[in-house]
């Protein structure tokens, strides 16, 4: 482990101890993560915008030995990562509110209010639901639209003017490796990594869903890492 990389640990230990060290910090944080109008979504998207990137920057020091570099365009990333976060939640409170009616379907009469009660079984026969059917259904656009957002950072320079030119998606989607994004991210990540992880995401209060779902980004920026040197 080399000098820089005891300095990013300890940056990033320092940044979450603040959140436990310092009151304020810690109220508004809890207050914003239960909230139930337009801060909880703001918040999502803080939390995706730097968590997730940061993930971004861990896996470029393992593929390529360094946290940054010319082009890689951490802002645009930051900004990218903001929008699917708020995406990802939106996402999170229908497929767990929806699976609610799928399971009454089956005689499991459960809602918000009573699924905390009930026996850890139930929960999580519920939890493991609610994370197949959103990573089936869901993960594969969001990973397709997160790779050709992707692309298109690096294409343009890794800056924010370049991000914001018109995105080709139609030639992006054309020329992306199937073989990798079918074969190893679909096939592989999602029933072996995602389906578990978001199990234990939906256990969780709800409070600390999306925390746990960004925290799962640093994961990802792994998994990218790995894709990209599979590609090579």
Sequence with gaps: MKKKDLIFIAACAVVVALFFVVEPLNTWFMSWSKAHDWRYFVLAFLKFGVLATVGECIGLRISKGVYNQKGFGIMPRAL??????????????????GTFNLLSYFGLELNNQ???????????LYAACVSVLMNTFFAPVF???H???????????GTLKGFFSPIPFGQ?????????????????????????????????PPQFRVLFAALLGVALGIILSIANMKKK
């Design 143 to 145: 990973m397709t639209i």
């Design 172 to 204: 992006i989607f054309e020329n992306l490796n199937w073989k990798v994004q079918w074969n190893f991210v679909f096939m592989k990540t999602i029933p072996f990594f995602w389906y578990p992880a978001h199990t234990i995401t939906f256990l969780l």
């Design 80 to 97: 990218v990562w903001g929008v699917l976060g708020v995406a990802i939640t939106i996402a999170m409170g229908i497929f767990s509110s």
């Design 114 to 124: 009573t699924i905390g009660g009930e026996p850890f079984g139930i929960r999580l």
């Design 147 to 157: 790779k050709m957002t992707d692309t298109h950072i690096l294409a343009t320079g």
